[in-house]
Structure formats: structure tokens, C-alpha cells
């Protein structure tokens, strides 16, 4: 069914995991070995050249991420790969870990030589023990095959790499707070600057990156800049991409696909259209903290700049659609009290605003409200965006937003009629 | 009391921590250990873990209690977390959440009296495709419907009696 090229998810096959000697025999490994043959820097400028973006969420170009590194600065640094994935909608990393857990591992041993880094952490969620399980095998598979460990490939380069479980808590996500974590100590972020790579783990400069980018790089250094910028569908853009789709659809399952693909497409053909034959009214395009797209935007194209355009951002690729009889007050709602138990409490606008979004979201639904909740609402979404310590408060408010751009009108029902219109 | 650590453990820990630079890099794992062995982190949990890596009780107290999957209060021999974020929302959670708490016979937080079952809502599992979730223990169980949650229930009931 699925037609694109398939990078990530080339050797997934249901309910199974591949080992050490079928990854090698399809091509694995193959990228660790030609970026031995490079400098350290080589291997940089080459990451940089293939436009890959952070696919965790904040799309930064990781190339640029890992030149701002000191990797000629002699001394302990470190390389640590996020998987703390807890933002709702949000399951690719997992899908990757279970199918095909080799990919991580050549891409950190691929990371650690070009900045020089010679440990590495895998910073994992409480929720999956799974994949902890499966990543320490592969680990075992790739040291005792001279992938990791001591003089990696003859190369004279060494890199250990150690899985930690986390304990939950969305907040880990963040990647100061997640230094924190690692370090053991309370895991509120931290202020920045300094940042990771100047000041990260154990006050040493740190590399952080998701999953999905790490498990890329070997399939850049294997095929090439120019083929994985043909991957994408968008002429400016780079890549696949893991794209997990859930809420009303027909089918809720994770597909690669390739960046500029349209919503259209990935709702229609990936997710099978909404289920029950109702309308497609809405979606979170890359995870809860994702600003809604509606009907207007079913053309858009899937991809970094194409959504930053029409005032949303491609995030995780998330894509939780709701369907046409879904009140968008209470995704809001929802979302919000998310957002709201997770604060780590560090920062007054988000330990007390979220909650106030939740109290006004809470009148709203429930037909309390009047006009001047709704002034409210507004006039604190302008006093938490831009003023909290770390990116949860800011990434709460997209939703909240696009209500009052895209549904102030769903809102104003709510007010008029003393009650959920939906209901 | 129960033991809150096999010794061979602790001092497998003990072990650890003198042999790294930064002891406090173990908290989290000792805290999941003790929880794993015991089902809950007692305060003699907390001073056992400050004791093996030679850090001070408030620095293990201020790191188990940021965790929701760390347990300061006894909890019961299965605990539910019941995902209510917003793909299981979707997708009926407020249901499975009322069947959990109707079948239970408790509310979310509490624990059944015979001391089975601990029902907790969670933030989102990762499981987002196959919503509505909740886990057990570290296994998720998706595409949940009422049948699917009483079977599930039934098994875990069979295998704590199996336990005794």
C-alpha cells in the first residue's frame, strides 16, 4: 500500500524485531564504516549538506546543531539520544525501537565519532520497557561485533553507550530538564545559556537528539546527500519521515512517508478517511502542542516551512484527526489539562496559567461562561506566550490559539447557549 | 517488614556508585528497583537508597517525588494507569475510565480493598495508535473495549492468587 521509499521502516515486519545479522545483511552498518573513512568534521559537514532536521520536534537542522559542538575540545563530552517521546499523539520512536533498534545504535556510534563524544546515554520513558529491552540487546549485538565498545571497526575511536530508564513525567522531554534527569537530580529545565553543547551533562558540553534523527544519519552517510534529498516530496525540504496517526481514522497506524506529502493524502490514503464516514473537521499535525489545521489547510504540504506557514508546525508528525461532531473546546480542555499536570511547577505562568486555561476551558465547556471569560482566555494566552522558563507553557498555547483563530465561534456558542453545543 | 532490596542488589549498587564519579546518576534506577522488588517506595526507601550511594535523603526525596511512576504510598499488587490524554480521550477513555472504576468498585487514586488493583489516570503511553490504553505493570494493553478490560482484569486477578 505503501508506495514511497522506505528508509526507516524498510525492514519492519509485524510483532518482530530485527537482529544484528539481518540488519548487516541489508545494508547495515554500512554508514559506521564509511564515516570512518571521513574526518570527524568531514562527517559533520556532510550531515549538514544533507538538510536533515530535528525530528523530535523543534526541526532544527541537525548538522548546524552538531557544528555549534566543541568536538576538538579535549576531555569527557557527551551524546545523548532523547527518547522521552511523551507528547500525546506522538509514538513513532517506539514503532522504530521495536522494528528496528540497529539504526539508533549505528547512528549514536555515527554522532559520537564526528563530535568526538565517547559516551552516550539513551534516554528512554518509563512506558517503554520495550524497547529498553530490545535496545540493550541490540547494544550487546553491536559491542560484541566491534560496532561499540573499544577501538570501534580498528578505527582507534571508542564509544559505550547506556540505556536509562526514566520514570515518567512529560517534562523529560525537554532537554535541560532531561540532563537533569540523567544526572539524578530534579528535573526541572535549565536556564539557557549556557547551553547543552558549551554545559550539559555533568557540566561537560552534551549533544541531545531524537531518535529519529540519530537513527537517519547512517542512511545519509550510506546513500548520500542528493539521494535523501530526493526522498522528499517538497524540493526544499529533506527526508522521510515517521508520521503516527490516531484519533477518528480508519486506520491508526505509523507509515514513513515523505516530507511534503499533503494532509490530504496522509488522512485519505495513509489513514483510510474518518471512521464511520463522518467529516474530517480537525487535526493536531505533529502532536499536542501543535496548533490545529482544518478543512482550509487539507492541501497543505506535511513538511517544516509549509506549516509554519499557515500558523502551525509539523512538530512529531502526530496526526490526531477529529472528526465532525468533535467539540474543539474540549480538545482544548483535554490537551490543556495535560499540559497543566505536567508543568514541573518551576515557573509562575505555567504552574498557575495552564491552570486558569483550565478553569476558563472548564466554564466554557460546562456553559459557565460569560463574555468576559472569554476575554480572559485571551488576555492570559498573551501573559504565558514568550514568558516562561522553558517551551511547555509556549507549546501548550498552540492549541489554545488556534481555538480562538480557527473556532471563536465554537467558543462564543458555548457562552450564548449555557452549555456544550455537541452534546 | 518486607524487604525493600535483595542485599545482593544493594550491594551491587554500593558497587556502582564508588566505581563512578557522579553516584547521583543512580537514584532513579535504585528507586525503580526497590519499587520492582517491594511495589512501593517507602521512606526506608528513600534512606536506603541515600545510604548505598552516599547521597543525602533529600536529594533521593526530591527526585522520588517529581516521578508519577515512582509510588511514595503503598499501592496495590497491579496498578492501572488509565491513559486520559487526548488519542485515548478521542477514542472513548472516559468510558474505560467508568468501567475500570464501576468494576473496581473504586475511583481513580484509590485502591480495591482486597489490595489488588490501584487505578491511576496517566498522561498519553505512547500507544496513541491503538487508543483507547492502559497499562499494567510495564505492559500496554490497546484498542480497549469493556470485554477486552474484564478479561484482562480476570487474568491479572489469576496470576496475583497464583503469586500467594
Same mark, same amino acid.
Given at each position: 500500500?505503501?508506495?514511497?521509499?522506505?528508509?526507516?521502516?524498510?525492514?519492519?515486519?509485524?510483532?518482530?524485531?530485527?537482529?544484528?545479522?539481518?540488519?548487516?545483511?541489508?545494508?547495515?552498518?554500512?554508514?559506521?564504516?564509511?564515516?570512518?573513512?571521513?574526518?570527524?568534521?568531514?562527517? @559533520?559537514?556532510?550531515?549538514?549538506?544533507?538538510?536533515?532536521?530535528?525530528?523530535g520536534g523543534?526541526?532544527?537542522?541537525?548538522?548546524?546543531?552538531?557544528?555549534?559542538?566543541?568536538?576538538? %575540545?579535549?576531555?569527557?563530552?557527551?551524546?545523548?539520544?532523547?527518547?522521552?517521546?511523551?507528547e500525546?499523539?506522538t509514538?513513532k520512536?517506539?514503532?522504530?525501537?521495536?522494528?528496528?533498534?540497529? +539504526?539508533?545504535?549505528?547512528?549514536?556510534?555515527?554522532?559520537?565519532?564526528?563530535?568526538?563524544?565517547?559516551?552516550?546515554?539513551?534516554?528512554?520513558?518509563?512506558?517503554?520497557?520495550?524497547?529498553?529491552?530490545?535496545?540493550?540487546?541490540?547494544?550487546?549485538?553491536?559491542?560484541?561485533?566491534?560496532?561499540?565498545?573499544?577501538?570501534?571497526?580498528?578505527?582507534?575511536?571508542?564509544?559505550?553507550?547506556?540505556?536509562?530508564?526514566?520514570?515518567?513525567?512529560?517534562?523529560?522531554?525537554?532537554?535541560?530538564? %532531561?540532563?537533569?534527569?540523567?544526572?539524578?537530580?530534579?528535573?526541572?529545565?535549565?536556564?539557557?545559556?549556557?547551553?547543552?553543547? +558549551?554545559?550539559?551533562?555533568?557540566?561537560?558540553?552534551?549533544?541531545?537528539?531524537?531518535?529519529?534523527?540519530?537513527?537517519?544519519?547512517?542512511?545519509?552517510?550510506?546513500?548520500?546527500?542528493?539521494?535523501? +534529498?530526493?526522498?522528499?516530496?517538497?524540493?526544499?525540504?529533506?527526508?522521510?519521515?515517521?508520521?503516527?496517526?490516531?484519533?477518528?481514522?480508519?486506520?491508526?497506524?505509523?507509515?514513513?512517508?515523505?516530507?511534503?506529502?499533503?494532509?490530504?493524502?496522509?488522512?485519505?490514503?495513509?489513514?483510510?478517511?474518518?471512521?464511520?464516514?463522518?467529516?474530517?473537521?480537525?487535526?493536531?499535525?505533529g502532536g499536542?502542542?501543535?496548533?490545529?489545521?482544518?478543512?482550509?489547510?487539507?492541501?497543505?504540504?506535511?513538511?517544516?516551512?509549509?506549516?509554519?506557514?499557515?500558523?502551525?508546525?509539523?512538530g512529531t508528525a502526530g496526526?490526531?484527526?477529529?472528526?465532525?461532531?468533535? @467539540?474543539?473546546?474540549?480538545?482544548?480542555?483535554?490537551?490543556?489539562?495535560?499540559?497543566?499536570?505536567?508543568?514541573?511547577?518551576? @515557573?509562575?505562568?505555567?504552574?498557575?496559567?495552564?491552570?486558569?486555561?483550565?478553569?476558563?476551558?472548564?466554564?466554557?465547556?460546562?456553559? %459557565?461562561?460569560?463574555?468576559?471569560?472569554?476575554?480572559?482566555?485571551?488576555? %492570559?494566552?498573551?501573559?504565558?506566550?514568550?514568558?516562561?522558563?522553558?517551551?511547555?507553557?509556549?507549546?501548550?498555547?498552540?492549541?489554545?490559539?488556534?481555538?480562538?483563530?480557527?473556532?471563536?465561534?465554537?467558543?462564543?456558542?458555548?457562552?450564548?447557549?449555557?452549555?456544550?453545543?455537541?452534546? | 517488614?518486607?524487604?525493600?532490596?535483595?542485599?545482593?542488589?544493594?550491594?551491587?549498587?554500593?558497587?556502582?556508585?564508588?566505581?563512578?564519579?557522579?553516584?547521583?546518576?543512580?537514584?532513579?534506577?535504585?528507586?525503580?528497583?526497590?519499587?520492582?522488588?517491594?511495589?512501593?517506595?517507602?521512606?526506608?526507601?528513600?534512606?536506603?537508597?541515600?545510604?548505598?550511594?552516599?547521597?543525602?535523603?533529600?536529594?533521593?526525596?526530591?527526585?522520588?517525588?517529581?516521578?508519577?511512576?515512582?509510588?511514595?504510598?503503598?499501592?496495590?499488587?497491579?496498578?492501572?494507569?488509565?491513559?486520559?490524554?487526548?488519542?485515548?480521550?478521542?477514542?472513548?477513555?472516559?468510558?474505560?475510565?467508568?468501567?475500570?472504576?464501576?468494576?473496581?468498585?473504586?475511583?481513580?487514586?484509590?485502591?480495591?480493598?482486597?489490595?489488588?488493583?490501584?487505578?491511576?489516570?496517566?498522561?498519553?503511553?505512547?500507544?496513541?495508535?491503538?487508543?483507547?490504553?492502559?497499562?499494567?505493570?510495564?505492559?500496554?494493553?490497546?484498542?480497549?473495549?469493556?470485554?477486552?478490560?474484564?478479561?484482562?482484569?480476570?487474568?491479572?486477578?489469576?496470576?496475583?492468587?497464583?503469586?500467594?
Open positions: 500500500m505503501n508506495a514511497y521509499t522506505q528508509v526507516l521502516f524498510k525492514n519492519r515486519r509485524p510483532n518482530e524485531t530485527i537482529l544484528l545479522p539481518e540488519y548487516e545483511k541489508n545494508g547495515g552498518y554500512q554508514g559506521l564504516r564509511a564515516a570512518m573513512k571521513m574526518s570527524p568534521a568531514e562527517v @559533520c559537514e556532510l550531515v549538514k549538506g544533507s538538510g536533515l532536521r530535528g525530528r523543534a526541526g532544527f537542522p541537525t548538522g548546524i546543531k552538531w557544528s555549534f559542538f566543541p568536538a576538538d %575540545q579535549p576531555g569527557d563530552k557527551y551524546l545523548v539520544c532523547n527518547g522521552d517521546e511523551m500525546p499523539g509514538y520512536d517506539r514503532q522504530l525501537l521495536l522494528a528496528d533498534p540497529h +539504526q539508533l545504535v549505528e547512528g549514536m556510534a555515527i554522532a559520537a565519532y564526528a563530535l568526538q563524544t565517547q559516551i552516550g546515554y539513551i534516554f528512554l520513558r518509563y512506558a517503554y520497557e520495550d524497547c529498553f529491552q530490545r535496545l540493550e540487546r541490540a547494544i550487546e549485538e553491536a559491542v560484541e561485533a566491534g560496532y561499540l565498545g573499544g577501538n570501534i571497526l580498528g578505527s582507534g575511536f571508542d564509544v559505550e553507550l547506556h540505556v536509562h530508564g526514566s520514570a515518567g513525567r512529560y517534562i523529560l522531554g525537554e532537554e535541560t530538564s %532531561q540532563l537533569n534527569g540523567l544526572e539524578g537530580r530534579r528535573p526541572n529545565p535549565r536556564s539557557k545559556p549556557p547551553f547543552p553543547a +558549551q554545559r550539559g551533562l555533568f557540566g561537560l558540553p552534551t549533544n541531545v537528539n531524537n531518535v529519529e534523527t540519530l537513527a537517519t544519519v547512517p542512511h545519509i552517510l550510506t546513500h548520500g546527500t542528493a539521494w535523501f +534529498q530526493d526522498l522528499a516530496l517538497n524540493p526544499e525540504s529533506a527526508g522521510t519521515k515517521l508520521f503516527g496517526l490516531s484519533g477518528h481514522l480508519n486506520r491508526t497506524e505509523c507509515f514513513e512517508l515523505p516530507l511534503g506529502i499533503t494532509l490530504r493524502e496522509v488522512v485519505e490514503d495513509f489513514g483510510g478517511g474518518v471512521r464511520g464516514g463522518k467529516k474530517f473537521k480537525a487535526c493536531l499535525p499536542a502542542s501543535t496548533p490545529y489545521l482544518n478543512t482550509d489547510h487539507l492541501d497543505v504540504m506535511m513538511d517544516f516551512n509549509p506549516l509554519e506557514e499557515v500558523e502551525s508546525r509539523l496526526v490526531t484527526v477529529f472528526d465532525e461532531d468533535t @467539540c474543539m473546546v474540549a480538545v482544548t480542555r483535554n490537551l490543556n489539562q495535560f499540559f497543566a499536570r505536567e508543568s514541573c511547577g518551576w @515557573c509562575t505562568p505555567c504552574r498557575d496559567g495552564l491552570s486558569t486555561i483550565s478553569w476558563l476551558l472548564d466554564r466554557i465547556e460546562f456553559g %459557565q461562561a460569560t463574555n468576559d471569560d472569554l476575554a480572559m482566555l485571551k488576555d %492570559q494566552v498573551k501573559n504565558i506566550k514568550g514568558r516562561s522558563f522553558c517551551a511547555l507553557a509556549e507549546g501548550a498555547m498552540g492549541p489554545v490559539e488556534a481555538l480562538l483563530r480557527l473556532y471563536e465561534d465554537e467558543i462564543k456558542d458555548h457562552i450564548r447557549k449555557g452549555c456544550c453545543p455537541f452534546n | 517488614m518486607k524487604e525493600l532490596l535483595p542485599q545482593k542488589q544493594i550491594d551491587s549498587f554500593k558497587a556502582k556508585a564508588a566505581a563512578i564519579a557522579h553516584p547521583h546518576e543512580l537514584i532513579v534506577d535504585q528507586l525503580r528497583a526497590i519499587q520492582l522488588h517491594h511495589g512501593w517506595v517507602p521512606d526506608d526507601g528513600v534512606l536506603l537508597t541515600a545510604e548505598t550511594l552516599g547521597v543525602l535523603p533529600i536529594e533521593v526525596e526530591e527526585v522520588a517525588t517529581f516521578y508519577d511512576k515512582i509510588f511514595r504510598r503503598e499501592v496495590g499488587k497491579r496498578v492501572i494507569h488509565v491513559c486520559d490524554s487526548i488519542c485515548c480521550w478521542s477514542t472513548g477513555a472516559e468510558m474505560i475510565t467508568e468501567h475500570l472504576m464501576k468494576t473496581l468498585g473504586i475511583g481513580l487514586g484509590e485502591t480495591t480493598a482486597d489490595g489488588i488493583f490501584t487505578l491511576l489516570p496517566t498522561c498519553c503511553l505512547g500507544a496513541c495508535g491503538d487508543a483507547p490504553a492502559m497499562m499494567i505493570g510495564f505492559t500496554t494493553h490497546g484498542l480497549l473495549t469493556t470485554e477486552k478490560i474484564d478479561a484482562i482484569l480476570q487474568r491479572e486477578r489469576a496470576a496475583v492468587a497464583a503469586e500467594v
